[in-house]
């Protein structure tokens, strides 16, 4: 199996002919298909990050250099239609019906005019093509190269030559629709990429959307927000934090915290200089020592997680506690006392009755800190 860092080639690449480092000898088939059978509805249109996921990747394509790029869909809505011609792609329908994403491969490759073609489902909200680009740098004998990230294999992120078509299509019409069935019977290779497998991230149900989404809320922040939620008090929402700074804190990580007060707080002594100014009006007060400081503000109303998490300088995660729904992305904490929360913003339930929480978002044991650390490593974009 090849090995690969793509971001150490990339740096190679950006120094070399800028044909080189495009994939302007590659033609795009984007997967499309249209069941979206464990979602529930069509996600080819389903938003995250203010973008539709076919639209995105379109998007992405249409920034590279492709030779061509052709959707390849099983059905010719105009809506396909339309985005189709926005981005310069073509549409092409699948010739075989309801036989998944080998349907689409097969005629893709079929009527490709370069010899390779890369792959990619539409789903993957945080894919982008510098991942793969290193692959190109290994076409060889072989008839198919397939992308590896934490040992899984890629199938839709994989090159494919255009003699596979043929190949394709003999599994079709005996009846196999797994692409790795097929790729197993002709030479190929797999490169393992020593990469965020974030990347390859797919929204194939609604608890992947919610993961989606609470991720995609937190790229375009100066720092990323994960608020802690839950209905009772009691439920472990200090304790729960707590553990993630320790954990988070021992690799390195500067974490900064917001707790929800809804009594009101009073952090001065009757006396000391900083009360007296506040007592006389001052609407700020702040007192600087050698080992750190903090400042008090009056406000006419409550401010808003997110608004202060932008005062919070020197930190790379901010985690929030609070008793209502918190700022996105969200992890709800539930024993069982009142109604778990589990509005759009929940990215992910932590709980004691995993079996009675929500079945369309992912749950864990309140106790597995591993689940909460990689979750949350997910969501705030750490990895």
């Known amino acids: 199996m090849l090995k690969l860092c793509p971001a150490a080639t990339q740096a190679r690449d950006r120094n070399s002919t800028r044909g080189d480092w495009k994939l302007r000898t590659i033609t795009l088939l984007i997967i499309v298909g249209g069941k979206s059978s464990r ?222 007060d809804a009594h009101g707080f009073y952090l001065d002594v009757e006396g000391k200089d900083s009360h007296r100014f506040q007592t006389a009006g001052a609407r700020n007060v702040a007192v600087v020592s050698p080992q750190g400081w903090f400042m008090i503000q009056r406000t006419d109303e409550r401010e808003n997680f997110s608004t202060i998490a932008e005062k919070m300088s020197g930190v790379d995660l901010i985690l929030t506690e609070s008793r209502t729904h918190g700022t996105c992305p969200a992890i709800s904490l539930w024993r069982g006392r009142g109604e778990v929360i589990a509005s759009e913003q929940v990215a992910a339930i932590f709980t004691s009755e995993p079996a009675a929480a929500p079945d369309d978002i992912y749950r864990f044991d309140l106790n597995d800190l591993a689940a909460a650390e990689r979750i949350c490593r997910f969501l705030a974009v750490l990895g």
């Open 39 to 260: 979602l529930g509805y069509d996600k080819r249109f389903v938003e995250v990050g203010g973008i539709g996921l076919l639209e995105n990747i379109l998007s992405k394509a249409a920034a590279e250099d492709f030779a061509e790029i052709f959707l390849c869909v099983e059905d010719d809505l105009p809506t396909l239609k339309s985005l189709a011609k926005k981005f310069g792609a073509k549409l092409l329908v699948d010739t075989v019906k309801d036989s998944g994403p080998m349907a689409g491969l097969a005629n893709g490759l079929a009527r490709i005019k370069t010899d390779w073609a890369l792959a990619v489902s539409s789903d993957m909200p945080f894919f982008n093509f510098d991942a793969v680009r290193p692959l190109t740098k290994k076409f060889s004998a072989t008839q198919a190269i397939v992308s590896v990230v934490s040992n899984r294999r890629q199938v839709l992120a994989a090159f494919y030559r255009r003699e596979l078509a043929e190949v394709f299509k003999r599994e079709l019409a005996g009846g196999q629709r797994k692409i790795f069935a097929a790729i197993k019977k002709v030479p190929h290779e797999f490169a393992e990429l020593q990469m965020n497998e974030a990347t390859f991230f797919n929204v194939n149900t609604p608890a992947d959307l919610r993961l989606a989404r609470g991720r995609a809320a937190n790229i375009s922040r100066t720092t990323p927000i994960i608020s802690i939620v839950a209905p009772a008090s009691g439920t472990g929402k200090t304790t729960f934090i707590e553990r993630l700074i320790k954990v988070f804190s021992a690799q390195g990580l500067r974490v900064g915290v917001i707790k929800s």
